[in-house]
Protein backbone atom coordinates (compact mmCIF):
# COMPACT_ATOMS: atom_id res chain seq x y z
CA UNK A 1 0.00 0.00 0.00
CA UNK A 2 1.51 3.21 -0.99
CA UNK A 3 1.48 6.04 1.96
CA UNK A 4 0.88 9.09 0.15
CA UNK A 5 0.85 12.68 1.53
CA UNK A 6 -2.27 14.59 -0.36
CA UNK A 7 -2.54 18.53 -0.24
CA UNK A 8 -6.16 18.62 0.78
CA UNK A 9 -7.75 16.94 3.99
CA UNK A 10 -10.19 15.12 1.02
CA UNK A 11 -11.59 12.98 4.04
CA UNK A 12 -14.00 15.98 5.12
CA UNK A 13 -15.49 15.93 1.57
CA UNK A 14 -19.07 14.35 1.63
CA UNK A 15 -19.75 11.01 -0.87
CA UNK A 16 -22.62 12.22 -2.94
CA UNK A 17 -22.99 9.35 -5.95
CA UNK A 18 -24.27 10.61 -9.38
CA UNK A 19 -27.60 9.27 -8.94
CA UNK A 20 -28.17 11.33 -5.79
CA UNK A 21 -30.69 14.36 -5.37
CA UNK A 22 -27.55 16.45 -4.88
CA UNK A 23 -25.85 15.74 -7.94
CA UNK A 24 -28.83 15.91 -10.15
CA UNK A 25 -29.84 19.33 -8.64
CA UNK A 26 -29.17 22.43 -11.23
CA UNK A 27 -26.16 23.81 -10.60
CA UNK A 28 -24.52 26.89 -11.36
CA UNK A 29 -20.40 25.69 -12.52
CA UNK A 30 -18.64 28.38 -13.96
CA UNK A 31 -15.04 28.49 -15.10
CA UNK A 32 -12.28 29.40 -12.05
CA UNK A 33 -14.79 27.49 -9.96
CA UNK A 34 -13.25 24.74 -7.08
CA UNK A 35 -15.12 21.04 -6.80
CA UNK A 36 -14.62 17.57 -6.58
CA UNK A 37 -15.75 14.45 -7.79
CA UNK A 38 -18.64 13.62 -5.72
CA UNK A 39 -18.41 9.41 -5.82
CA UNK A 40 -14.64 9.19 -4.57
CA UNK A 41 -13.41 12.26 -3.43
CA UNK A 42 -10.03 11.07 -2.95
CA UNK A 43 -9.43 9.50 -6.01
CA UNK A 44 -9.32 13.09 -7.96
CA UNK A 45 -9.01 15.48 -5.53
CA UNK A 46 -9.67 18.94 -6.01
CA UNK A 47 -10.15 20.53 -9.07
CA UNK A 48 -10.70 24.12 -10.69
CA UNK A 49 -13.45 24.06 -13.95
CA UNK A 50 -11.77 25.53 -16.66
CA UNK A 51 -14.19 24.48 -19.28
CA UNK A 52 -17.62 23.70 -20.09
CA UNK A 53 -18.32 22.63 -23.77
CA UNK A 54 -21.56 21.07 -24.79
CA UNK A 55 -22.65 19.95 -21.10
CA UNK A 56 -19.51 18.55 -20.36
CA UNK A 57 -16.94 19.88 -17.66
CA UNK A 58 -12.96 20.09 -18.23
CA UNK A 59 -11.44 20.26 -14.90
CA UNK A 60 -8.17 20.68 -13.58
CA UNK A 61 -7.14 18.36 -10.38
CA UNK A 62 -3.30 19.09 -10.70
CA UNK A 63 -2.61 15.62 -9.21
CA UNK A 64 -4.24 16.75 -5.67
CA UNK A 65 -5.95 13.12 -5.34
CA UNK A 66 -4.78 9.59 -4.99
CA UNK A 67 -4.88 8.88 -8.88
CA UNK A 68 -2.57 11.22 -9.44
CA UNK A 69 -5.03 12.98 -12.52
CA UNK A 70 -4.28 16.43 -13.84
CA UNK A 71 -7.25 16.98 -16.25
CA UNK A 72 -9.81 15.38 -16.99
CA UNK A 73 -13.96 15.90 -18.22
CA UNK A 74 -16.96 15.24 -16.84
CA UNK A 75 -20.72 15.38 -16.75
CA UNK A 76 -22.20 18.07 -14.28
CA UNK A 77 -23.82 15.26 -12.08
CA UNK A 78 -20.17 13.71 -11.03
CA UNK A 79 -19.13 17.21 -9.99
CA UNK A 80 -19.80 18.72 -6.66
CA UNK A 81 -18.95 22.80 -5.75
CA UNK A 82 -17.04 23.06 -2.60
CA UNK A 83 -18.44 25.94 -0.60
CA UNK A 84 -16.52 28.68 0.34
CA UNK A 85 -17.13 28.05 3.94
CA UNK A 86 -15.66 24.55 3.51
CA UNK A 87 -12.64 25.03 1.49
CA UNK A 88 -10.61 26.62 4.79
CA UNK A 89 -11.01 23.51 6.41
CA UNK A 90 -9.60 21.39 3.62
Known amino acids: MFN ?22 EKDLGQGQLVYY ?3 PAYYGIGEVKQIIDGFIAVDFRGTGQ ?13 IPIPQRTLGML
Do not use: T
Not at 67 to 79: A, I, Q, R, S, T
Open 4 to 25: ISLPYRLELLPVVPAFHRKARK
Open 38 to 40: GPS
Open 67 to 79: FGVHEDVFKPEYL
